[in-house]
């Protein structure tokens, strides 16, 4: 806390938070549009119903607004540490699948990766800033990828997408409700005390 | 055993070309090899090489490191940079790798003769990278989703070695792969970038001598955006005539960057961009309205973006679009003026009203029609009259009077406020002062100064001046509260320009006050071609005419005459420039000069041709004075000659034309008994009256001496003759013998000249031709006797008495006059002149005959007797001479005898001793 003190670190912060917002606002719009090329390429409908994709919580939370900061940044970061590792398999199953053949989407899905990485990046500052450090990844090994056959992987893909703008929306507000000054933000116990 | 050493040495030298075989083949062992192996140095450093010797070779030929020779290329390097290090190894060192070039090689002394190569290297000389500087990054978006960036900065110097570049990024927790310039050592592009982390960016170059970094650039790639500016861009018109509605898209998503705007416009024609107020556009947004502008107009927009904040970079600036404003009525009234012609009727004025085609943005839309109301202001009542014109000017005739003319102009919007013009102008309100021009900026000023009352307006007229056309009017209004303006209109340089300034009143008009002017002066198209007007001796008086004002090319500010001689200096003399007429003066009388003129200008003067006179000889009046006073000389003594000539005409006349006598008044004629009856006295004296005659007949006498004798010694014979011819009594006997012969030729001889014919048979008389004198008919006439007969034999006898042999020699011509004789001297008995001969007195000759004798004898004749005396007779001629100053002569005129009783010598004379005794 005393770091967060600072003045440095209150600019560091809301620095973070601010470029944080713009970052997963960039995020939804790439994702919004990847889905769209997504769907496309791979061949299916855009109104199919996914089910919830195993290891990636939900955006869609109860008593948003009573969450502390930190408890917001735990969230968000296993969310997207869960995208992430889902983006590299998606991404290696797609070059697998096409080689070079679709380069564009495996150019977009790259970028979103490298967003997501970035957002990671991001909440893990925030959460130091926070003098809690980042919760290790080991404590949240990522999901094995399943074995699935491929119209399987295509709907999966879709609802890690789904899920990700949906996260991306989330964040944004997120990121917004800890640049307001809430006095109780630390008193919240964190998540990611309890792996 | 010479001879097998010999052979080992062969064996050996063949062995190290062997060996040199293998270090350039790679088949055999070298001998040796240098340590380092291609080494790269850095520029300036020191090195040192090493030259190692196999040990087989060393047991071979007795090779030593003391043998080892080192060479860069074909130069030995000095022995002082050798170091044997043991008998195997040989050490070279550089203390500056500067003077290292490849090949080094190791070489050896084989036999201490003959030198062999052991092993070379080559040596990389360059330097090592420098940190690279100036690193800067920008990201191009270049699709809507595609932003790479590009990063730059500077290498440093030229290492000489083959340096890489590569760029490295990063985020903190994620390492990016290596960006590696193509083809340059100075940019990169990364294809894509992330934004809102911040990425980690520097510059790694690297070389075989070592490695350098550029500071690293901490950076979010968000803040060196350089988006596409925004498309399909929209102008469209609003309800109000002054906006115009701009649309467009942006290419960059909203959630990415929020953008702020530059829009600006111009109006078609124009290059100068206009911009809406950078904060009017400085939030997100996709279209916005501009204001303010001018109806009717068609305007150029553009438009560029940036992120809101600032941070980054603008856009280009988007394609460019146009829009027309919607139209206006007509802001203003279209400037008025008129030309008021009163030249053609006393009563009635020609009215040319004029005005100027609203400017557009003035007249908001088309104009479609103009409408003209003339109100006669002297009567009040009367309707105005309108006229609907569709061109810019009208004529109108009009009554002398005061009117008030209206102008609006009316597109379909609406009408203009109108443009009143009073006519005719009263010029008695105040006028502007001192107009004056300068040219500025390739443009004329026009500068007044104002009256003291307030002034409506100016109006400006000028026109061009020239001589090949008329003066055609422009003008243009001003408002009141100026005092200088430019001429809008095609002013043209070196042309005058006559401007005319008139300030408007709202109930009158100043007079005009005019100016000439030109907005660029230039020398004289040509110069005043010069003549003399009159010309003198000491001056001359030139005379030209001015230039045109289209030759003038500018104010002729002074004119100059040069002239010279032919050899002379060059005299200049300035003229003021409003004569036309110059005298010089002090030139030099009957010179040759050649004048020119020159004609100046601000900007230079030109020459006319040359024009050449010459001075006069003499001055005014001094031929008059020379020759009149000459002429007037000449007529004085002229007619002092006449009048000299007139009072002594008669000396004159019996000078030049001598009395001939007549001879049918002689005594011979009648005397003649052979023809008495025939002689008729008294017929012919009838028919030559004495004293009628005024025939002359010249006797001219050549002889070798001459001498005339003065008529005073003529004048007793005269009065000889005049006796004989006027008394029958004294006949001649010659006169008598030459008729005995011949009645008509004694008529003839017997003149006084009958001596000549005495003299000789070849005395050839001169002719004498009687021609009628004072209508006259002349009688006879008398050709030259031809004849060689003696006359008389008496005469024969006297004639050779008397020497006539002189007749020989000599010539004898008679005139004679006949009644020529001095009347003064008529009543004068003969010998008493006789006695008054004096070879001076001249003044007193009355004497007809002229006489010339040669010698200095003095004789006396018997009329007109003419003797000449030979040599012989000389004495007797000059006694004569002497003594007959003396000399009486007895007359015979007391009784003249009979002719019958005439003795022969008709003469009696006083004879000396010698003397002339007459027959």
């Not at chain 2, 270049?142 to 500077?154: A, F, G, I, S």
């Not at chain 2, 009628?772 to 050709?783: E, H, I, K, L, N």
Request: charged content about 20%.
């Amino acid at each position: 806390m005393a770091a967060a003190d600072s003045p440095s670190a209150a600019l560091r912060r809301r620095d973070l938070c601010s470029r944080g917002i713009r970052l997963a606002g960039k995020m939804r719009s790439d994702v919004v549009d990847l889905l769209d090329t997504y769907v496309e390429r791979q061949g299916l409908d855009a109104s199919a119903s996914v089910a919830a994709v195993e290891g990636v919580p939900a955006a869609a939370v109860e008593r948003w607004d009573e969450q502390t900061g930190t408890q917001r940044l735990l969230e968000n970061l296993a969310a997207y540490r869960a995208f992430r590792v889902l983006l590299s398999q998606m991404l290696e199953e797609h070059r697998e699948q096409l080689g070079e053949a679709d380069a564009a989407l495996g150019r977009a899905m790259a970028s979103v990766l490298l967003q997501v990485s970035a957002f990671a990046y991001h909440l893990e500052e925030l959460l130091r800033l926070e003098s809690r450090g980042p919760p290790s990844e080991e404590g949240a090994p990522p999901p094995p990828a399943p074995h699935l056959g491929l119209f399987e992987r295509k709907l999966r893909g879709l609802g890690v997408l789904r899920e990700l703008a949906q996260w991306a929306v989330r964040s944004a507000r997120d990121l917004r409700q800890l640049t307001k000054p809430s006095p109780g933000s630390s008193s919240v116990p964190s998540r990611a005390e309890s792996p | 055993m010479f001879s097998g050493w010999n052979w080992v040495a062969h064996g050996l030298y063949l062995l190290l070309n062997f060996c040199s075989l293998e270090v350039s083949g790679g088949l055999v062992q070298s001998c040796g090899h240098i340590i380092p192996e291609s080494p790269v140095l850095a520029l300036g450093s020191n090195f040192t090489a090493l030259c190692i010797l196999n040990e087989s070779c060393l047991d071979f030929g007795n090779i030593y490191a003391n043998q080892i020779i080192w060479k860069i290329k074909n130069r030995v390097v000095p022995k002082e940079q050798y170091r044997e290090i043991n008998r195997t190894v040989s050490s070279v060192t550089f203390n500056d790798t500067s003077s290292l070039a490849t090949p080094l090689t190791c070489n050896i002394l084989a036999d201490g003769q003959i030198e062999q190569n052991i092993y070379g290297i080559a040596v990389t000389i360059g330097l090592p990278p420098e940190k690279p500087k100036n690193l800067s990054c920008i990201v191009h978006q270049v699709l809507k989703l595609t932003y790479p960036m590009t990063c730059t900065w500077n290498p440093g110097r030229h290492t000489f070695l083959d340096t890489h570049f590569r760029l490295k990024y990063r985020w903190p927790q994620e390492n990016f792969p290596d960006c590696i310039p193509k083809d340059v050592n100075n940019s990169c592009t990364i294809p894509d970038v992330q934004f809102f982390v911040n990425l980690e960016v520097w510059v790694e170059a690297a070389n075989a001598l070592g490695k350098a970094e550029s500071d690293p650039l901490v950076l979010d790639p968000i803040e060196i955006v350089k988006p596409l500016p925004p498309h399909n861009l929209s102008v469209n018109s609003g309800i109000l005539p002054t906006v115009l509605k701009l649309a467009w898209e942006n290419r960059i998503s909203g959630a990415l960057m929020k953008l702020k705007f530059n829009i600006r416009y111009r109006t078609i024609g124009d290059t100068n961009w206009m911009q809406v107020p950078p904060e009017d556009t400085a939030s997100p947004r996709t279209s916005f309205s501009v204001q303010g502008l001018r109806p009717y107009t068609e305007y150029v927009f553009s438009i560029r973006c940036m992120k809101e904040d600032g941070v980054g970079y603008w856009s280009d600036w988007s394609e460019e679009k146009t829009g027309v404003t919607t139209e206006d009525k007509p802001s203003k009234g279209p400037p008025i003026w008129r030309i008021i012609d009163a030249s053609r009727s006393p009563a009635f004025w020609t009215v040319h009203l004029m005005w100027k085609a609203l400017e557009p943005f003035e007249a908001n839309g088309i104009i479609l029609q103009y409408e003209v109301t003339v109100r006669a202001k002297s009567s009040p009542s009367s309707p105005p009259e309108k006229y609907d014109v569709n061109t810019t000017n009208l004529t109108l005739k009009l009554p002398n009077g005061t009117y008030e003319v209206t102008l609006i102009a009316r597109n379909r919007v609406g009408a203009s406020p109108p443009s009143v013009l009073l006519i005719p102008a009263t010029n008695s309100k105040a006028p502007v002062k001192n107009v004056r021009t300068l040219p500025k900026d390739g443009k004329l000023w026009v500068g007044w100064t104002a009256p003291n009352s307030y002034v409506l307006k100016y109006v400006i007229e000028w026109c061009l001046v020239s001589n090949s056309s008329d003066c055609i009017i422009e003008w243009q209004n001003e408002p009141g509260n100026v005092q200088g303006t430019y001429l809008k209109g095609d002013i043209k340089p070196f042309k005058c320009y006559l401007i005319t300034v008139y300030s408007l009143y709202a109930d009158g008009q100043g007079s005009g006050q005019s100016v000439k002017a030109y907005l660029q002066q230039d020398r004289p198209s040509k110069g005043p071609t010069v003549q003399t007007k009159k010309v003198g001796k000491a001056e001359a008086v030139l005379t030209w005419n001015h230039l045109t004002v289209d030759e003038q090319n500018g104010f002729i500010r002074s004119y100059t005459i040069f002239y010279k001689t032919v050899d002379g200096n060059e005299t200049a003399v300035t003229v003021d420039p409003s004569k036309t007429e110059y005298t010089l003066s002090s030139l030099t009388s009957d010179t040759l000069y050649t004048v020119r003129m020159m004609a100046y200008t601000d900007e230079g003067g030109r020459s006319g041709p040359d024009f050449t006179f010459t001075t006069q000889k003499f001055g005014k009046g001094e031929i008059e004075a020379i020759v009149v006073p000459v002429c007037l000389a000449f007529l004085l003594i002229v007619l002092l000659g006449v009048l000299f000539c007139f009072n002594k005409r008669d000396l004159i006349k019996k000078h030049i034309w001598p009395i001939v006598p007549d001879p049918s008044k002689s005594n011979i004629a009648q005397w003649s008994p052979q023809v008495p009856a025939k002689h008729n006295f008294s017929s012919k004296d009838q028919m030559y009256p004495e004293g009628s005659f005024t025939d002359v007949s010249v006797v001219e006498i050549e002889a070798d001496d001459k001498k005339s004798f003065s008529e005073q010694d003529l004048k007793p014979f005269d009065l000889l003759k005049k006796e004989k011819s006027t008394s029958e009594g004294h006949s001649s006997g010659i006169g008598g013998s030459s008729c005995m012969s011949s009645p008509r030729q004694s008529v003839s001889d017997s003149d006084e000249g009958e001596t000549a014919q005495n003299t000789s048979s070849t005395v050839q008389y001169s002719t004498v031709v009687l021609n009628g004198y004072r209508d006259q008919t002349p009688v006879q006439v008398f050709s030259r006797s031809e004849s060689t007969q003696p006359l008389l034999d008496s005469e024969e006898r006297s004639e050779d008495h008397s020497g006539g042999a002189d007749s020989t020699s000599q010539r004898q011509q008679y005139f004679k006059q006949n009644g020529g004789q001095d009347e003064t001297n008529t009543d004068r008995p003969c010998f008493e002149r006789t006695k008054q001969i004096t070879p001076t007195n001249e003044g007193d000759l009355v004497g007809f005959a002229q006489l010339q004798i040669s010698g200095q004898s003095s004789q006396l004749l018997g009329l007109g007797l003419q003797k000449n005396t030979q040599e012989a007779a000389l004495p007797d001629v000059l006694q004569t001479s002497i003594e007959g100053q003396t000399v009486r002569p007895e007359t015979v005129e007391g009784n003249p005898p009979s002719v019958d009783e005439m003795p022969k010598s008709y003469l009696p004379q006083t004879v000396r001793q010698g003397g002339y005794m007459p027959q």
